[in-house]
């Protein structure tokens, strides 16, 4: 066992590595670099002087060197610990990202929790009850989460919110709490704010849920076990909670570690949409302005996590399932 | 209107003797008021009134020292650090020579914040041009027709315009309590505005290609000495140049002054190369240059000393932005109330324009001017009443929405030579129906016209050059493309390029950030197809377009046009600019002018883009200013005959023109004169804005 | 008695019809049985017919732009005046001074009649033939200054035809993105499973990383690094082709593990021990026994596809003006005017649920219907 979590984190950092690499690639693809970025911006400001800035800025940071030296440089300073200095915010890579990560943490958690509310009870009934009235209507139900765009979703609950609920707009905080410590009132007022991010990021995640949910649970139905449970005399709803329910969620559990990547990098359209202080507008933001070393730093993170995702996702199937555990 | 130079008896005629002994050179350039421009009706510089739209008004600067007020008084916060001896009191704060404002409506009362929105990182000029003052060491009156003393106390200009002496207050005080002098000035010069790693390289300092030498001569005398005549130095100062003001320029080197007690520390000429790098290691930066640059950052270092009514209490790049009073302000009304009366001013980080629009129209925001558009119009005049706000407009004195040419487009031969003819631009020009634009995008507020000035400006050369091949007129376009030999036609009626390689097919790229530019494009591209012109249209995120400006791959695009002024503001429509989507009507004839023939290339003569430029440079030192203003219309007349670039409509609201208060909040101006070169909204001097 | 004889007699033959039936009949017989299935093919066929016809189907061209009907409202049908004649009413528009929103007046005295098979713009009929024939159009006054059914946009255009124009470009364009995906899904899952070992490791540890970058940097950088003289269509289709380059890895793993199930099975050893080639006993043996699972995912990759375009175009990383698709549509949509005061802009979300509804009941009913252990 500990064998084989030493040759899954080996390979891990192999993947990680490769990330770096490819995203750095990437990130350096469109041609210009931060330095036509910040020309760009201060000319749609009507700055038209400042004629070194450009060439200073590449001298600086290395930005007209081949793209091999600068991973080189960059890599190695991340392998000390040091993300290096955002380009865009002037201010330290780790600081601008760590402002952001908890309430990522925060808005994800929510949707999350919003989506297995929602997702979970509509699967299993869908499942039981299959063909049925109820199992079409809720069906249709999930699906429309998924097909409504949600940064249109997005856009009509905020607004609808402010003109008939003179809801809050936007953005995790009022004003008034955006500076202030953490305190009761302030967590009051993310949770005021939090519904919209929440509905709208779950429901995007629904119907695909709904459709697992329902799918393993049928397949697990028709298992002679359940039959004899049945034939035995226990309630449906025993006989249905008690294994296939929990057999059912094997798939959960091994997206769990999936969960969390995808939503910094999935939500970030609805981030940008309902203005929250989340990574994805971040990223989004650092890629557009060809900051490569904020823009490194947070693919650099998603691809960290996807990999200890996927490790512990396999973990927690082995844990909960003993037949894949001897099955390689 | 006119306008003219400043002869050395009008010049006395406005000195006036201050207790002290100072001058106080209020009004140099333009003593007279202008006959036809109504009081608050706007003209000069700002255009004139506008039907269904309140006259201009403003905060007027009080020169006259018999009005100045005797005693001063303070903000109780500011009150408070007095009393607990951890500030000087106030009329030792403001020093002897304040900067003395009689509000628009009245005297207000202290207190209360201001809440704003910010639209992420690259828009610090937000702040900039709302709470920074200005802090240029001159300014334009309200009515944008005459310079008036700003930072500095006064100014002076030769008869010939070579030498400029500038009057620092006496007794001013940076937002640390250190005094401002001369020394400030000449430490910016010496060791910032001319280096590479520091300075903007830009030529706001320069005239006819030469240095203009600053030396100091006193403590609060600075004399800026031109080697040819430079009359609009202090035009440049006062306006939307590298050298007007620290707020918006010192992280880019420019400014015209900066705290030498403070950032002197931080470069190697003042400690050492080692020091200094140490220090800029330490903070995270890679080499003193980068520190030097972000320690001199209005928006993001609160330890910098500046001068502006507000300071900045927290960084732009940790939202909230927020600022709050400089105790050391020099502003102060009329009855002795230092300025500003609201102490605190916050924005908001928000990503999205859209939520920006639409927390203004819930009323989170008190000012708001920044991300909102024409399009926003109708949401935010809907909500006016319920959530108690005002919408204001300011039409611009420049044009919302032109196509550029690049006139030195290569990529191509064929295509390059036919942008390159004047009739094919002219036709370009008249197969757009203008109407249309301004009706689908800028709900009709904005006036079809060629690239020029407003009407009723000083550098108008009349009514009939508004519409010089700037009519919609297809039937002329066509005559003009056949005139050139494009007869032969596809099968969808499209000319045919002379080489045998298809259809003539014009290649726009365009970026929709003020307006929906790219949206434009489309709707020429279908008026142009009845003069057979095709036109592929691409949407092109904006640092790709600077990109590819600066290739010389873009063809057309589509922008605002910067044309209120032809010597201040000359890069839209004159290859000034050499980089970057700004210079894009011919990088290269740009480089070859700015080197004077050495780089670039020398653009054809048939171009007579040589002419207009002999114009400019000769206008840059015309010490005469009816003469100069007579250039500037030159200027205008052959850019509209030569259609070097298509204007299509402006002096409408795309561009800051639509802003809103709070209606609690007073001494806020019906209506300001909307240009860059005010950096609007300062120009409502949001200083004297006060809650009920 | 003979009732029930006859329904023995009914069984038995149904008994006979099912025992002869190939694989096809019975995944058929079964689908027809999946009501909603049946609605989401017909829906699908639908919509890809509008797409095939859409200039016949569309009223004006769909770029027709004309600034004085700016943002127009939807006009009403009249169907009926005197006997059944639909028609619509001329409407003058004009902006408000003081909101600056443009308002439309229905003109009673001008009656524009609304027929069948009118004449239009003229275009090409699926590359044969040119005409200027429309299923819907007007008498007496262009079609393209009048009708207005779904109202018009920014720039005066009409949305009805433009929406007909976006159906063709988003029903067609992730076609191909999703061939080469589970192309690219079957091939290596396939490889993966069926060989194990080195290439097995390899191709796990490709999926991964591919898995661990985010699809938005990898879009913006490509999006960006297409030549310069390609058309929004060309630079779409491109990005099509390399997001299912990523998008394969779900459908890779799914296939390794059935591959890995299957392969241990006696009919493969079977197929081995005779001499079948590797490529033979892949596709012809081991791949039909999950091909309903590939077919689900066609059906349900198409309309995340769809969905895909319409966030991209929102980035500004889609498919952008002057292209017309429903993403482009809601791209312009997507503002607080719009949801206040124009709502039919919104219009667009309407074939997107449609579809995208369509597409996962056919999924559905297909996978059930194809699946050998289904009751």
Sequence with gaps: MLNYIGRRLALGLFTVWAVSVLSFLIIQLPPGDFATTRLAELAASGNTSAIYEAERLRAEYGLDQPVFVQYFTWIGQVLQGDFGMSLDWNRPVADVIGDRLVLTMVVSVAAIIFTWAVALPIGIY?????????????????????????????????????????????????????????????????FKHLWIPAIVLGLAGTAQLVRIMRANLLDELKKPYVITATAKGLTERKAISKYPVRVAL????????????????????VSIVLSLPTVGPLLLRALQAQDMFLAGAIVLLIGVMTVIGTLISDLVLMWLDPRIRHGR | MRRRGLSRREFLGGVVVLGGGGLVLGGCSSPVAPPESGPGGGGGRGGGPRAGLPDIEGAEVVLDPARFPKAF???????????????????????????????????????????????????????????????????????????????????????????????????????????????????????????????????????????????????????????APNPLLPQRMAGSSDIAGMAGNAHLGGGGFMPKHYLSQFHPEYTSMDAANKLAAD????????????????????ALPVVTPWVLTRPISNPPWEFGPNPYSIWVDHEGNQLPYISKITMGNIENTEVLG????????????????????????????????????????ELDCGLRLNLAYEQDKELGELIRTVEFRRALSLGIDRGQVNEAFFLGTCTPSATMVAEGSIYDPGPEWHTKWATYDVAQANTLLDGLGLTAKDAEGYRLRKDGAGRIRLDFQAFSNFADFVGVGEMVKRQWQQIGIDLNVASVEGSLLTQRANSNQLMLSCQQVGSDDPFLRPEAFLPTVTTGFPGMIGIPYAQWFASGGAQGKEPPESLRLKEAMALYDKGQMEPDEAERIRIGKEIYKLHADQVWSIGLVGFGLSANGVYLTSNKLRNVPARVVNSQTMKSLNNTYPMTYYYE | MADSATAVATAAQDEERISVASQRQLIWWRFRKHKLAMVGAIVVLLFYLVALFADFLSTSDPHASEGQRSLMPPQQVHWFDGGFSPHVYAVRGERDPITLQRTYVVDPTQKIPVTLFAKGYEYEFLGLFTTDIHLIGTEGARAEDTLFLF??????????????????????????????????????????GYYGGAADTVIQRTIEILRSIPTIPLWMGLAAAMPKDWSVNQVYFALTLILSV????????????????????????????????????????????????????????LPLMIVAETSLSFLGLGLRPPAISWGVMLQQAQNVQAVALYPWMLLPVLPVVAVILAFNFLGDGLRDAADPYDL
């Design chain 1, 250 to 269: 094997n798939p959960f559990a091994s997206s769990i570690g999936f969960l969390f990547p995808q939503i910094v990098s999935g939500a970030i359209v």
């Design chain 1, 126 to 190: 869908s499942a039981v009850r299959r063909y049925s009235f109820g199992d079409y209507a809720l069906t249709f139900f999930g699906f429309l989460g998924l097909a409504i765009p949600n940064f249109l979703l997005a856009l009509i609950l905020m607004y609808f919110g402010f003109a008939v609920f003179d809801a809050n707009v936007g953005g995790l905080f009022s004003a008034e709490y955006e500076t202030a410590g953490w305190s009761f009132a302030k967590v009051w007022d993310l």
């Design chain 3, 151 to 192: 109202g018009t946009d920014q720039q005066g255009r009409d949305i009805f035809s433009r929406l007909i124009h976006a159906t063709r470009t988003s029903m067609l364009i992730g076609l191909a993105g999703v061939a080469l995906s589970i192309l690219l899904g079957v091939v290596l899952g396939g490889i993966s």
């Design chain 2, 358 to 397: 639409l927390r203004a129209a819930a009323g989170d925001y008190d000012v708001q001017d920044r991300g909102l558009g024409v399009t926003n119009l109708p949401v935010l005049l809907e909500n006016e009443k319920k959530s108690a706000y005002t919408i204001h407009r300011a039409p611009s004195t």
């Design chain 2, 73 to 227: 008084r303070e903000a109780p916060e500011l009150a408070k650090l007095v009393a607990e001896g951890k500030l000087p009191p106030v009329d030792q704060r403001v020093g002897s020579d304040p900067l003395v404002l009689k509000p628009v409506h009245g005297v207000g009362r202290y207190g209360g914040q201001i809440r704003r929105g910010f639209i992420g990182q690259s828009d610090f000029q937000n702040a900039v041009r709302f709470c920074s003052g200005p802090d240029s060491l001159l300014y334009w009156d309200y009515r944008f027709e005459k310079l008036v003393p700003n930072i500095a106390r006064g100014f002076e200009l030769s008869e010939d315009g070579r030498v400029l002496t500038l009057q620092l207050r006496k007794g001013m005080k940076w937002s640390d309590g250190q005094p401002l002098t001369a020394d400030d000035i000449v430490f910016w010069f010496t060791s910032v505005a001319s280096s590479r790693e520091v300075g903007t390289g830009s030529s706001s300092m320069k005239i006819g290609g030469q240095d203009v030498k600053v030396e100091r001569v006193d403590e609060f005398t600075v004399r800026y000495v031109s080697p």
């Design chain 2, 283 to 302: 903070a995270g930066f890679k080499g003193w240059a980068a520190y030097f640059r972000n320690q001199a950052s209005w928006h993001r270092n609160p």
């Design chain 3, 246 to 301: 990523i998008g394969w890895t779900e459908l890779g793993r799914v296939v390794r593990g059935r591959m890995m199930q299957i392969r241990s099975e006696d009919f493969v050893t079977a197929a081995e021990l005779v001499g079948g080639r590797p490529r033979r006993i892949i596709f012809k043996h081991m791949v039909p026994l999950f091909a309903s699972h590939i077919i689900a995912a066609t059906t349900l990759a």
